[in-house]
């Protein structure tokens, strides 16, 4: 039968005291972090742990070097600009001159994979803000538009025009409701532009990464015009089941661009609910004109069930 002393984790042998004697066959057990007699309830001492740090595995280095996440794409790059130190003090003259020199020097060990980069980012943390981006979406977009930069499609083309083209794909991909104009009113580019660099994009980068540019539903427009018109959910409903009773009885939604059949469904099932909303008003949400709005409210009411 084992003592007292063996059962204790550090091996020291701890008698109770006169006041608090233990029974006279104690049994020690280890229970929540102490040594305990299960017979009379008495704690011995508490558990040590002695053993020596565990360090991590190489499997669980190799694992944590992967998941890691990459905080400089383009690598840490030393910029020597301005007229003061790190420490905040003015060059002198003759300082001045040779940081300048060392700052030509450094430029050109930057290759063009990595310039260009670095005027990208600027660019691309620009519009991620401004759009407001979800965090996967944004990585979507620096991901297409990193492989068309080593891929050199980026010569000859606007690098504003290729991030945009390129924010545009990831925010299609994921099935996200954004209208390009919105797009273009944060940048200084034509949507000539815009549309050559996407569809380069879509021909000779997206099919490399297998990603494929998803459909956007005219019911996904009207959650974002309903939001923006501060309209019920009522209205929401009647206009989402407008639409599709309509696709039910032959109603053609490809070809034609899904914000009208949006902004058509919501203007007629607004007058329904008595929450009338203006042509005008609905129509500057969403970026089309008051005759294509009309259009298709006619060719709703044509396929409407009877």
């Given at each position: 039968?084992l003592t007292?002393?063996?059962?204790?984790?550090?091996?020291?042998?701890i008698?109770?005291?006169?006041e608090?004697?233990?029974?006279?066959?104690p049994?020690?057990?280890?229970n929540?972090?102490?040594?305990?007699?299960a017979?009379?309830?008495?704690?011995y001492?508490?558990?040590?742990?002695?053993?020596?740090?565990?360090?991590f595995?190489?499997d669980?280095?190799k694992d944590?070097?992967i998941?890691?996440?990459?905080y400089?794409?383009?690598?840490?790059?030393t910029?020597?600009?301005?007229?003061k130190d790190?420490?905040?003090?003015?060059l002198?003259?003759?300082?001045?001159?040779?940081?300048?020199?060392?700052?030509?020097i450094?430029s050109?060990y930057?290759?063009?994979?990595?310039?260009?980069?670095?005027t990208?980012?600027?660019?691309?943390?620009?519009?991620?803000?401004?759009?407001?981006?979800?965090e996967?979406?944004?990585?979507?977009?620096?991901?297409?538009?990193?492989?068309?930069?080593k891929?050199?499609?980026?010569r000859?083309?606007?690098?504003?025009a290729l991030?945009?083209?390129?924010i545009?794909?990831?925010?299609r991909?994921?099935?996200?409701?954004?209208?390009?104009?919105?797009?273009?009113?944060?940048?200084?580019?034509?949507?000539?532009?815009?549309?050559?660099?996407?569809k380069?994009?879509?021909?000779?980068?997206?099919?490399?990464l297998?990603?494929?540019?998803?459909?956007?539903?005219p019911?996904?427009y009207?959650d974002?015009?309903t939001?923006?018109?501060n309209?019920?959910?009522?209205?929401?409903?009647?206009?989402?089941?407008l639409i599709k009773?309509?696709k039910?009885h032959?109603?053609?939604?490809?070809?034609?661009?899904p914000?009208g059949?949006a902004?058509?469904?919501?203007?007629?099932?607004?007058?329904i609910?008595?929450?009338p909303?203006?042509?005008?008003?609905?129509?500057k949400f969403?970026?089309?004109?008051?005759?294509?709005?009309?259009s298709?409210?006619?060719?709703?009411?044509?396929?409407?069930?009877?």
């Open positions: 039968m007292i002393e063996d059962k204790l984790n550090d091996g020291n042998p008698r109770p005291t006169m608090n004697k233990c029974c006279k066959k049994n020690i057990i280890q929540n972090g102490y040594n305990v007699c017979n009379c309830g008495m704690v001492s508490s558990i040590i742990e002695k053993k020596s740090r565990v360090a595995s190489n669980e280095k944590r070097q998941n890691e996440r990459v400089y794409p383009i690598g840490t790059r910029l020597i600009k301005g007229n790190a420490k905040g003090c003015y002198n003259p003759h300082a001045k001159s040779n940081f300048k020199r060392l700052a030509k450094n050109g930057i290759n063009g994979y990595e310039r260009n980069l670095s990208a980012l600027k660019i691309y943390h620009r519009l991620k803000f401004l759009l407001n981006l979800p996967h979406v944004a990585e979507e977009a620096y991901k297409i538009y990193n492989y068309a930069a891929q050199k499609i980026t000859g083309r606007s690098i504003e991030i945009s083209a390129s545009y794909c990831a925010v991909i994921n099935n996200i409701p954004i209208i390009i104009d919105k797009i273009l009113i944060n940048t200084d580019i034509t949507k000539k532009e815009f549309l050559n660099s996407f380069v994009l879509n021909r000779e980068v997206l099919p490399y297998k990603l494929k540019i998803k459909i956007i539903n019911i996904n009207v974002k015009f939001k923006q018109l309209l019920s959910m009522r209205c929401r409903f009647y206009a989402v089941d009773n309509c039910k032959g109603l053609i939604l490809s070809g034609k661009d914000k059949f902004a058509a469904s919501l203007y007629l099932s607004a007058k609910c008595d929450e909303r203006k042509q005008k008003e609905i129509c969403a970026h089309i004109s008051e005759v294509t709005m009309r298709r409210m006619y060719e709703l009411k044509n396929h409407l069930p009877n």
